[in-house]
């Protein structure tokens, strides 16, 4: 290769150059993500699933009082508080979410089970308020843990 060939391959003149670089500012700029782009936030989305659950825990605690009325009074203690908890969380979920009791179909409910339940949340949401950096929120969850441990033992009492 000549030298005179390297030399005039590697010279632009100013308007490339210049339209080159402003090329280049429009594609740039044309892949920035805009303000109306949502961005997933996992702290959202662990809440519904908590609340999600809440809403199963309810729906089946509402089914095994159709099945042993003799259950009524304590459930309706787990059904009141869950309420509360939902209401309590639901300003940490995404605007306009709601998340429903799960379309899965109705298995064989026990109150064992459910009293299972209630320890695993206490235990599940303690966790997740000890890892979020929001001071309010892990307040609120950790409150939540608390009172489903007192689920899980109140309704103990009533497992044959």
């Known amino acids: 290769m000549s030298k005179s060939v390297a030399a005039t391959s590697l010279v632009l003149n100013r308007r490339t150059f210049l339209a080159g670089i402003s090329s280049t500012a429009v594609l740039v700029s044309s892949c920035s993500v805009s303000s109306e782009t949502p961005i997933a936030d996992p702290i959202a989305g662990e809440i ?19 099945s042993d009325p003799s259950l009524s009074s304590p459930l309706q203690i787990v059904i009141d508080q869950n309420l509360l908890h939902i209401e309590g969380l639901s300003p940490y979920l995404p605007a306009g979410s709601s998340p429903s009791a799960s379309a899965i179909p109705a298995q064989e409910l026990s109150l064992a089970a459910l009293v299972t339940r209630c320890a695993v949340f206490s235990t599940n949401n ?9 001071a309010e929120l892990s307040r609120v969850l950790a409150l939540i843990a608390g009172s489903e441990m007192q689920h899980h033992v109140l309704l103990t009492g009533f497992v044959a």
């Open 126 to 134: 303690l966790n997740t308020a000890s890892a979020i950096s929001d």
């Open 48 to 66: 519904e699933k908590i609340v999600k659950a809440k809403r199963d825990l309810i729906s089946d605690a509402t089914g095994l009082i159709s």
